[in-house]
């Protein structure tokens, strides 16, 4: 989080751009990990093809149609080195998740309201 709010805008260069998008790739990984009850390497997989993809020309008809139709603007650089991102993802295949229960939330948010 320091190097995405804080790091990429004071110091901005290729490594504060390529923890970016190994952070981006991780987290969102992990996120869907929690999330989904498939086969972690399926979600490594479709992950990898689906960044590979966003960074690609491929995507611009979407980017385009999306910008079009939606009042938020995305953006995104075409730069094939951010493709080097992907190689950590085969890291996070045995991490251990905490599975989260709704009595854990529940004492998290009483917790977090005081």
């Known amino acids: 989080?320091?190097?995405?709010?804080?790091?990429?805008?004071?110091?901005?260069?290729?490594?504060?751009?390529?923890?970016?998008?190994?952070?981006?790739?991780?987290?969102?990984?992990?996120?869907?990990?929690?999330?989904?009850?498939?086969?972690?390497?399926?979600?490594?997989?479709?992950?990898?093809?689906?960044?590979?993809?966003?960074?690609?020309?491929?995507?611009?008809?979407?980017?385009?149609?999306?910008n079009t139709t939606v009042s938020l603007p995305v953006t995104r650089v075409v730069d094939y080195t951010d493709l080097i991102a992907l190689c950590f993802l085969p890291f996070i295949l045995n991490l251990r998740i905490p599975q989260i229960t709704p009595s854990k939330w529940r004492s998290a948010v009483i917790t977090a309201s005081g």
């Open 1 to 66: 989080m320091a190097n995405d709010f804080y790091l990429k805008y004071a110091y901005s260069n290729w490594i504060t751009g390529k923890l970016s998008d190994i952070s981006g790739l991780i987290a969102f990984t992990l996120f869907l990990f929690v999330i989904l009850p498939v086969d972690r390497k399926k979600i490594v997989i479709g992950v990898s093809l689906l960044f590979t993809w966003w960074k690609s020309p491929l995507s611009e008809p979407v980017i385009s149609l999306f």
